[in-house]
């Protein structure tokens, strides 16, 4: 059973930062795509960036392109989502992705809670 566990997330006021980790339980997934999503009260969840196995290649929703920087620790399984400038549209839940497309297997986190206040 693969679990992916997310920390990091918290309450800040607008314009300071926090950092998101994710790492599995279970099994490695140090060769799978992994990915940050998120879901605002009433909204949809959404794509926020996303990052490949080599960690070199990167995706950013354009909402938080130059605010929010996305990398991985392969040696510690860990994928991270620093989180600068903060605006209260960015408060939502926050969930974990890991993703392998030749297996067609897919993980999801079970979210951790941001809140920016103004």
């Known amino acids: 059973q693969v679990e992916l566990v997310e920390s990091g997330g918290g309450s800040v006021q607008a314009g300071g930062s926090l950092r998101l980790s994710c790492a599995p339980s279970g099994r490695p997934l140090y060769g799978f795509s992994k990915a940050w999503f998120r879901r605002a009260p009433g909204n949809e969840r959404e794509f926020v960036a996303g990052i490949r196995r080599n960690g070199a290649d990167t995706l950013y929703a354009d909402s938080v392109k130059g605010r929010f920087t996305i990398s991985r620790d392969n040696a510690k399984d860990t994928v991270y989502l620093q989180m600068n400038s903060l605006k209260p549209e960015d408060t939502a839940v926050y969930y974990c992705?890991?993703?392998?497309?030749?297996?067609?297997?897919?993980?999801w986190g079970q979210g951790t809670q941001v809140t920016v206040s103004s």
């Open positions: 992705w890991a993703t392998m497309t030749w297996s067609g297997e897919n993980y």
